[in-house]
């Protein structure tokens, strides 16, 4: 915590100025040592997204996701930053029980998160670890171990870094090739920003690291899905209520697909709100107009396919 501010008490405004709870917030981090603070800061956010995912599940967002994907016939997926599991319940729930999934996340609190969610269900997740994050003069390094044996089955919890594991485009492509990539609702912890690959790239604000993700998993989704595979960007927006903002949603993505052999073809929203008792900040990500959203705001489903 920086000298500038005096310490909150623990039910008072946290002074990073997110609205939470200081308890609830930077406390944790704050009181923690400095090679301590980034996997505090990971813990923070899996028990707060999980209160916002509960939320969410309850009224039926991750089941609306899911049945965008319902025509394309899913039997591989890989999700990209599974959060709490709400997400991947959904998907087991729409598509079956045998369906394969791989899932993927830095942060190891999220990958546990999703275990626990899973295995209440009554699935069988598998979690793997294998990412060490170290303190450094100017912030955080990872440090990410080889993936030698075979992604266990049928349903595998990867901790890897989509942004920068070097070994994690190698171990998927073994696998075989996906349906299927999702990428729903992808947010950052509080420590985040100082990791050096996030730093490097420039990333200042979590609008700008959503899309550092998204931009990363168009290049993976291009490498590891079959042909006729889509990808799967779910966000939060201004609602579609006119063709000039469909239009600049689908030239944004049209963009980040730019690099790739991937086509933008489909997008949906539904209505959405915060919901009652979130913990994690819902920051929207405008189109390419920059435009901020100034009246409802929606889920956005945007569907790519691999030629």
């Not at 201004?238 to 697909?257: G, K, P």
């Not at 990500?285 to 030629?307: F, H, Q």
Request: charged letters at 25%; aromatic letters at 6%.
């Amino acid at each position: 915590m920086s000298t500038r501010y005096a310490m909150p008490g623990p039910n008072e405004p946290c002074w990073c100025g997110s609205t939470r709870k200081y308890k609830q917030c930077h406390r944790a981090i704050d009181l923690a040592a400095p090679e301590d603070k980034y996997s505090e800061a990971q813990r923070i956010y899996a028990v707060n997204w999980r209160v916002t995912a509960d939320a969410q599940s309850k009224r039926g967002d991750y089941d609306w996701m899911s049945r965008q994907l319902k025509k394309y016939g899913i039997n591989r997926l890989l999700d990209i930053g599974c959060g709490s599991g709400h997400g991947i319940l959904s998907m087991l729930s729409e598509f079956g029980s045998d369906l394969r999934v791989v899932a993927v996340d830095e942060n190891p609190s999220c990958l546990s998160t999703t275990k626990d969610t899973l295995q209440k269900a009554g699935h069988a997740p598998a979690l793997v670890s294998r990412i060490e994050t170290q303190p450094t003069n100017f912030g955080y390094r990872s440090v990410y171990s080889a993936i030698t044996e075979e992604l266990p089955a049928p349903i595998c919890l990867l901790q890897a870094d989509v942004c920068s594991d070097p070994h994690l485009l190698s171990a998927l492509q073994a696998d075989g090739l996906f349906d299927a990539v999702t990428v729903w609702l992808n947010g950052v912890h509080m420590q985040r920003q100082d990791h050096e690959v996030v730093r490097d790239a420039g990333v200042e604000s979590d609008y700008a690291h959503r899309l550092f993700v998204q931009n990363a998993a168009y290049e993976l989704a291009d490498k590891v899905l079959r042909s006729g595979g889509v990808l799967q960007v779910v966000d939060r927006g201004e609602s579609l209520s006119n063709d000039a903002l469909t239009e600049d949603i689908l030239r944004s993505h049209r963009e980040q697909a730019g690099p790739t052999t991937l086509d933008v073809i489909e997008v949906d929203h539904t209505p959405w709100s915060a919901p009652e008792g979130k913990r994690v900040p819902m920051v929207q990500t405008p189109g390419t107009s920059g435009r901020v959203a100034n009246g409802d705001m929606a889920l956005i489903s945007v569907i790519s396919v691999k030629s």
